[in-house]
């Protein structure tokens, strides 16, 4: 009986073996095709985000990869590591992005999320330097995603410019100047938010900075 059966699926092999490589080969093909795809689409988002961080930092001030060398913050109140995550008032994880010069930090942008009275809310990225010096502050376009990367989609604003070269103790002053760029307000956030709901989540951006310098600056996974 047994050499019947081995008989009978030689003899199927034998007919359909041609039919059945070519399956295997499509779905093999298909396969690679996917992580092709997959790894090609994660290094275009990767590479969209890259480009839009150099406005975020002093040209020739870094010579690392500022995608790569990020810290990954969640969207908790607590953290075994960080402390007053919560100033940072997310609701999605979110990176941060170290820039070093040589091996050696000299600035951090760290994302926040302000309130928006009608809409939500609308993303920051704050990038700070070791003195505690604002290099830039920008709004990011809100592209309803949980990805972590392709997301740094720069929202242009002379208003946000202005945070440039501040510190904590400037922020107050800033808050209460007004946007007056023609169309700026309504292409900036939308009438449903202040400046100094802006500018009091970027304080508290800076506040949680100086908090955490120490292990933001030395990078996630490391020890």
Do not use: C
């Not at 930090?105 to 704050?126: H, Q, R, T, Y």
Request: proline content about 2%.
């Amino acid at each position: 009986m047994r050499f019947v059966v081995v008989d009978s699926m030689s003899q199927f092999l034998k007919a359909y073996f041609p039919q059945v490589a070519v399956l295997v080969a499509i779905f093999v093909l298909l396969g690679a095709l996917n992580l092709l795809t997959g790894a090609g689409l994660l290094e275009a988002r990767q590479e969209f985000d890259r480009r839009n961080l150099y406005q975020f930092f002093e040209a020739g001030s870094f010579d690392n990869d500022l995608v790569l060398n990020s810290y990954l913050l969640p969207a908790v109140a607590e953290h075994e590591k960080l402390s007053n995550l919560h100033l940072l008032n997310l609701d999605r994880d979110r990176l941060a992005y170290i820039a070093r010069k040589e091996g050696k930090a000299v600035a951090v942008a760290v994302p926040a999320s302000a309130e928006d009275g009608f809409n939500g809310k609308i993303d920051l990225l704050i990038a700070v330097d070791m003195f505690g010096r604002i290099s830039a502050a920008r709004v990011i376009e809100d592209i309803d995603a949980e990805q972590l990367f392709g997301v740094v989609d720069v929202i242009d604003s002379k208003w946000m410019n202005g945070f440039a070269g501040n510190s904590m103790r400037d922020i107050l002053r800033l808050s209460w100047q007004p946007i007056t760029a023609e169309n700026e307000y309504d292409q900036f956030v939308g009438a449903s938010i202040t400046p100094k709901s802006v500018a009091n989540q970027i304080y508290d951006a800076l506040v949680f900075y100086q908090s955490n310098r120490i292990e933001l600056i030395r990078g996630a996974g490391e020890d």
